[in-house]
């Protein structure tokens, strides 16, 4: 994966809560909790699961889930 925002933080998915349109993706980054709140399409593109690694990607204010292919 690149990326122009140089704040990528790598971990594991611990939770996933599912809304009408938009989830909470909570990804522990070695203890701290990351929680983005990302649609349900992106999701599912993603293939984001509890226990699967992907990474928290900081830029400005917003947050954004990203994974390898």
Request: charged share 20%; no cysteine; aromatic share 0%.
């Given at each position: 994966?690149?990326?122009?925002?140089?704040?990528?933080?790598?971990?594991?998915?611990?939770?996933?809560?599912?809304?009408?349109?938009?989830?909470?993706?909570?990804i522990d980054i070695g203890g701290t909790i990351?929680?983005?709140?990302?649609?349900?399409?992106?999701?599912?593109?993603?293939?984001?699961?509890?226990?699967?690694?992907?990474?928290?990607?900081?830029?400005?204010?917003?947050?954004?889930?990203?994974?390898?292919?």
């Amino acid at each position: 994966m690149k990326l122009s925002a140089r704040n990528v933080l790598r971990g594991k998915v611990v939770e996933i809560v599912t809304g009408a349109v938009t989830s909470h993706v909570r990804i522990d980054i070695g203890g701290t909790i990351v929680t983005a709140s990302i649609t349900n399409a992106a999701v599912q593109e993603l293939g984001l699961a509890v226990g699967k690694p992907a990474a928290a990607v900081i830029k400005a204010s917003d947050v954004m889930v990203g994974v390898d292919d």
